[in-house]
Nanobody, 124 residues
Framework: QLQLVQSGGGLVQPGGSLRLSCAAS????????VGWFRQAPGKEREGVSC????????LYADSVKGRFTISRDNAKNTVYLQMNSLKPEDTAVYFC?????????????????WGQGTQVTVSS
């Protein structure tokens, strides 16, 4: 299993922004597809965005399109999720994942290595 360390998250007002980071330890993250997922209380873990390893193609859930941006910084061996125009319904624990498949309908079972999760709370 690959080691992923997350940072970022916290409490933000509606309309605000946050950036989540997912850093790889001991391996080159650029070689792997990376996904961001979130899980709200009482709900299933859902895919938010992913970026493939092969061609860098990117997918977003409809609920975050135009507001969230996934990106890689290969020099820092890190993948980011920039979240803008946050809404209360974005409140959840966010997880990054690697060693998987980024394709239409990507889901948690498509990835085998996971970060520790970070809480994002959008509230006034």
């Amino acid at each position: 299993q690959l080691q992923l360390v997350q940072s970022g998250g916290g409490l933000v007002q509606p309309g605000g922004s946050l950036r989540l980071s997912c850093a790889a330890s001991g391996f080159t993250l650029d070689y792997y597809a990376v996904g961001w997922f979130r899980q709200a209380p009482g709900k299933e873990r859902e895919g938010v965005s992913c970026i493939s390893a092969s061609d860098g193609s990117i997918l977003y859930a409809d609920s975050v399109k135009g507001r969230f941006t996934i990106s890689r910084d290969n020099a820092k061996n890190t993948v980011y999720l920039q979240m803008n125009s946050l809404k209360p319904e974005d409140t959840a624990v966010y997880f990054c994942a690697a060693d998987g498949y980024c394709g239409l309908g990507f889901k948690r079972t498509d990835f085998s290595s996971w970060g520790q999760g970070t809480q994002v709370t959008v509230s006034s």
